[in-house]
């Protein structure tokens, strides 16, 4: 007996059309606006702090890179070390002399330490209360060596490097309570009334000199006991020929002990900090 089959209707699914679609969406913000409200707030602020972070990290490392293109990255320096015994090492007093007949060098400047010439405001102030600030004899062509300028006042001279006028470094300024300069501007290093000159911005490439209170060369060896020993040298070199002059600086400076000189390239710092911003930037955007 045969059986007949009834044909069934194909069902297809039901659709909602866009106007349903938006009326059932709009039924949460209607019925619990609050809650509609704080959940669109914690996504803005959400986008807001990514787009903050992304935005600051970005912004640093262009001012970096337009920090770095106006120094240049050429800048090397070197420092005296410690010796086998660990103690201070010293370098020649001919170090920087020696350095200038490497022939890529382009510049080269010096500082020396002087460690007894500590620096007081007055001599009312108790002599513990040194500030943390450190007194060095300077070559004339530091700032243009290391890309120093000056907030205020003037460098050191042919003639002001040989009578009591100091340079001082921003931080030294701002502990010693030095703004402006005027005629009767004055600190005491190591028992000496010094005139301050001038007060120099922060130095990017040789942070050093931000708490330094930088007085003239024959002046030091006069009036101060400085020994003449270079403590630190600042080079600048061709660009293409940095890696080869970096080599052959330590056993230049110091031919006796290449190993008690340390030679560093205070541009790599500088990056290497920047990197070290940019990994915490990327850090804190994947906690986002």
Same mark, same amino acid.
């Given at each position: 007996?045969?059986?007949?089959?009834?044909?069934?209707?194909?069902?297809?699914?039901?659709?909602?059309?866009?106007?349903?679609?938006?009326?059932?969406?709009?039924?949460?913000?209607?019925?619990?606006?609050?809650?509609?409200?704080?959940?669109?707030?914690?996504?803005?602020?959400?986008?807001?702090?990514?787009?903050?972070?992304?935005?600051?990290?970005?912004?640093?490392?262009?001012?970096?890179?337009?920090? +770095?293109?106006?120094?240049? /990255?050429?800048?090397? #320096?070197?420092? %005296? !070390? =410690?010796? *086998?015994?660990?103690?201070?090492?010293?370098?020649?007093?001919?170090?920087?002399?020696?350095?200038?007949?490497?022939?890529?060098?382009?510049?080269?400047?010096?500082?020396?330490?002087?460690?007894?010439?500590?620096?007081?405001?007055?001599?009312?102030?108790?002599?513990?209360?040194?500030?943390?600030?450190?007194?060095?004899?300077?070559? +004339?062509?530091?700032?243009? /060596?290391?890309?120093? #300028?000056?907030? %205020? !006042? =003037?460098? *050191?001279?042919?003639?002001?490097?040989?009578?009591?006028?100091?340079?001082?470094?921003?931080?030294?300024?701002?502990?010693?309570?030095?703004?402006?300069?005027?005629?009767?501007?004055?600190?005491?290093?190591?028992?000496?009334?010094?005139?301050?000159?001038?007060?120099?911005?922060?130095?990017?490439?040789?942070?050093?000199?931000?708490?330094?209170?930088?007085?003239?060369?024959?002046?030091?060896?006069?009036?101060? !006991?400085?020994?003449?020993?270079?403590?630190?040298?600042?080079?600048?070199?061709?660009?293409?020929?940095?890696?080869?002059?970096?080599?052959?600086?330590?056993?230049?400076?110091?031919?006796?002990?290449?190993?008690?000189?340390?030679?560093?390239?205070?541009?790599?710092?500088?990056?290497?900090?920047?990197?070290?911003?940019?990994?915490?930037?990327?850090?804190?955007?994947?906690?986002?």
């Amino acid at each position: 007996m045969a059986v007949l089959e009834v044909a069934r209707p194909k069902l297809s699914p039901a659709r909602m059309r866009p106007r349903d679609v938006m009326r059932v969406g709009a039924v949460g913000l209607r019925t619990r606006p609050l809650r509609a409200f704080l959940s669109a707030l914690g996504i803005a602020i959400g986008i807001a702090a990514m787009v903050s972070v992304v935005g600051l990290s970005s912004s640093s490392g262009a001012e970096l890179d337009r920090t +770095l293109s106006a120094l240049g /990255t050429n800048l090397l #320096t070197v420092s %005296s !070390g =410690t010796t *086998l015994m660990g103690e201070a090492a010293q370098m020649p007093k001919d170090a920087e002399a020696m350095i200038e007949r490497i022939g890529p060098v382009e510049k080269v400047s010096s500082i020396g330490k002087i460690s007894e010439a500590k620096v007081y405001r007055s001599e009312e102030i108790p002599e513990a209360q040194t500030g943390g600030m450190t007194t060095y004899a300077a070559r +004339l062509d530091l700032p243009a /060596t290391v890309g120093a #300028t000056l907030r %205020s !006042g =003037t460098w *050191l001279n042919a003639a002001t490097e040989r009578y009591p006028a100091a340079v001082l470094g921003s931080a030294a300024a701002q502990r010693l309570g030095v703004g402006s300069i005027g005629a009767d501007t004055q600190v005491v290093i190591g028992g000496v009334r010094f005139a301050v000159v001038g007060v120099m911005n922060p130095v990017a490439l040789a942070t050093e000199l931000d708490s330094a209170v930088l007085v003239g060369w024959p002046v030091a060896e006069s009036r101060l !006991g400085f020994d003449g020993h270079p403590t630190t040298l600042y080079t600048r070199s061709e660009e293409s020929e940095l890696e080869a002059v970096r080599e052959v600086l330590a056993g230049t400076a110091n031919p006796e002990a290449p190993n008690e000189v340390d030679v560093s390239r205070p541009s790599d710092a500088l990056a290497a900090k920047q990197a070290t911003s940019q990994a915490f930037a990327n850090l804190l955007l994947g906690v986002v």
